[in-house]
T-cell receptor, first 118, second 112 residues
Framework: DTGVSQNPRHKITKRGQNVTFRCDPI?????LYWYRQTLGQGPEFLTY????????KSRLLSDRFSAERPKGSFSTLEIQRTEQGDSAMYLC????????????????FGDGTRLSIL | AQTVTQSQPEMSVQEAETVTLSCTYD???????LFWYKQPPSRQMILVIR??????QNATENRFSVNFQKAAKSFSLKISDSQLGDAAMYFC?????????FGKGTKLTVNP
């Protein structure tokens, strides 16, 4: 178990530029989640995948945000035309699919990608 | 909508003492799970403890235990024999089989 890996750790960019983050989940986990965390707040859900299918998107996820998980393994989160308000920590988490015996599975988080918009 | 409220932005405790962090939640679901996560400064979120709502018995993990009051929708975390390494942000989270909803967190300081 190598844990959830996120790259890059930090990203600094100018307003209006596009950025892409990558998340590699724990290998046996079918579910992958993206959250956004701003200073002094708890993480807020953005979207999640089960295998390659994107099953839910938050209303927080504007049309400038897109996430993919093309082969059901790693995922990318892209933000187009970045704005000052996009500055945040972007967290990725993964978990097994819940089953009838074990129920809801805890999510395992990566270190996050901190985005700063100049 | 599901909500989680942590009413204590900051708490402090003396090393070796006991501290309790509060959390209340609201959900219309009958089947849900509650979690406490720890986030040290500039480090990743780590699961501390997990409670299934259908279980009446309070979960315990070594020095960490919860007081789960389902009717009151309360889920507090007790840390016994506090250690310097317990200093972190603590987040209460509510989930079903999908996303987690987090509170705003409680910053715990441990004084030597």
């Amino acid at each position: 178990d190598t844990g959830v890996s996120q790259n890059p750790r930090h990203k600094i960019t100018k307003r209006g530029q596009n950025v892409t983050f990558r998340c590699d989940p724990i290998s046996e986990h079918n579910r992958l989640y993206w959250y956004r965390q701003t200073l002094g707040q708890g993480p807020e859900f953005l979207t999640y995948f089960q295998n390659e299918a994107q099953l839910e998107k938050s209303r927080l996820l504007s049309d400038r945000f897109s996430a993919e998980r093309p082969k059901g393994s790693f995922s990318t989160l892209e933000i187009q035309r970045t704005e000052q308000g996009d500055s945040a920590m972007y967290l990725c988490a993964s978990s097994p699919v819940p089953d009838k015996t074990l129920g809801g599975q805890p999510q395992h988080f990566g270190d996050g990608t901190r985005l700063s918009i100049l | 909508a599901q909500t989680v409220t942590q009413s204590q932005p900051e708490m402090s405790v003396q090393e070796a003492e006991t501290v309790t962090l509060s959390c209340t939640y609201d959900t219309s679901e009958s089947d849900y799970y509650l979690f406490w996560y720890k986030q040290p400064p500039s480090r990743q979120m780590i699961l501390v403890i997990r409670q299934e709502a259908y279980k009446q018995q309070n979960a315990t993990e070594n020095r960490f235990s919860v007081n789960f009051q389902k009717a009151a929708k309360s889920f507090s975390l007790k840390i016994s024999d506090s250690q310097l390494g317990d200093a972190a942000m603590y987040f209460c989270a509510l989930g079903g089989s999908e996303k987690l909803v987090f509170g705003k967190g409680t910053k715990l300081t441990v004084n030597p």
